[in-house]
T-cell receptor, first 115, second 110 residues
Framework: DAGITQSPRHKVTETGTPVTLRCHQT?????MYWYRQDPGHGLRLIHY???????DKGEVSDGYSVSRSKTEDFLLTLESATSSQTSVYFC??????????????FGEGSRLTVL | GENVEQHPSTLSVQEGDSAVIKCTYS??????FPWYKQELGKGPQLIID?????GEKKDQRIAVTLNKTAKHFSLHITETQPEDSAVYFC?????????FGQGTILTVHP
């Protein structure tokens, strides 16, 4: 299994509070991604990174920010959580953009509930 | 941006039957189409992929076909087994990012 660790794995929080999810990899892959998974919507890209301090928005980036200060860590922050951000969040890594010369390796997910 | 539509959303088959999941995509520039399998409580894992210069690819009981003209691709699983029960996602790569379909919940009944 690819060395990807997401933390926390489960979190319950209240509307308006800040939340940070962490993705840590031991594979030294350049590309890292945050997806959210919701019934009927599949996996939707929130933000991605193509190197240290290089990040860009995905299709559902509103209300989220990210940071990558080291190759191995990619943080996803919800500045002020809302109930619509209740979801399962997956981190993924790859050696190539979009995994087009290899594959995306996914973490085991972080389930976030916003009350 | 890329848009990927996946059907059906749920699929129920008897063990030994075949299962087919279909996807369409919108960006004619996309040239890489992977399929991922997600087991309960886990992250998705790549099971097979196909590139635009190939029309069909097989790996044991799994095959994927691609029609670039019509912009659709399909996953075929033959001789299904209970352990094939999972959520399956198709995806298309465009502009260095993967866009996923909505997912298909496959249930194989013994």
């Amino acid at each position: 299994d690819a060395g990807i660790t997401q933390s926390p794995r489960h979190k319950v929080t209240e509307t308006g509070t800040p939340v940070t999810l962490r993705c840590h990899q031991t594979e030294n892959h350049r590309y890292m991604y945050w997806y959210r998974q919701d019934p009927g919507h599949g996996l939707r890209l929130i933000h991605y990174s193509y190197g240290v301090k290089d990040t860009d928005k995905g299709e559902v980036s509103d209300g989220y920010s990210v940071s990558r200060s080291k190759t191995e860590d990619f943080l996803l922050t919800l500045e002020s959580a809302t109930s619509s951000q209740t979801s399962v969040y997956f981190c993924a890594i790859s050696e190539s953009p979009g995994g087009n010369t290899g594959e995306l390796f996914f973490g085991e997910g972080s389930r976030l509930t916003v009350l | 941006g890329e848009n990927v539509e996946q059907h059906p959303s749920t699929l129920s088959v008897q063990e030994g039957d075949s299962a087919v999941i279909k996807c369409t995509y919108s960006d004619s520039a996309s040239n890489y189409f992977p399929w991922y399998k997600q087991e309960l409580g886990k992250g998705p894992q790549l099971i097979i992929d196909i590139r635009s210069n190939v029309g069909e690819k097989k790996d044991q009981r799994i095959a994927v076909t691609l029609n670039k003209t019509a912009k659709h691709f399909s996953l075929h699983i033959t001789e299904t087994q209970p352990e094939d029960s999972a959520v399956y996602f198709c995806a298309a790569e465009g502009d260095g990012k993967l866009t996923f379909g909505q997912g298909t919940i496959l249930t194989v009944h013994p």
